[in-house]
């Protein structure tokens, strides 16, 4: 299981995506011990998340820039 420390470097979307169907091939190998399962279960869970915070921010982004309608106003992001 990869481990990405959330401290360091933010992860892209791309490479969480690939992490997440990584942990997704190993539940479905079923070759998993009970414990690595939850364990690749909860990798998953902090993935899908940290995909979905990903695109809410690219969603409210591009909202902004579609509001606007002259030129586009950078605006700061949570």
Do not use: W, Y
């Not at 401290?7 to 990584?22: C, H, I, P, R, V």
């Not at 998953?44 to 940290?50: D, E, I, P």
């Amino acid at each position: 299981m990869i481990k990405i420390d959330p401290m360091s470097t933010k992860t892209s979307f791309e490479s969480a995506l690939e992490q997440l169907q990584l942990a997704v091939k190993k539940l479905e190998s079923g070759e998993l011990t009970l414990e690595q399962s939850l364990l690749q279960f909860e990798e998953g869970v902090r993935l899908t998340r940290l995909c979905q915070e990903q695109l809410s921010s690219a969603e409210q982004r591009v909202d902004i820039l579609m509001k606007s309608n002259s030129t586009p106003e950078f605006q700061p992001f949570k």
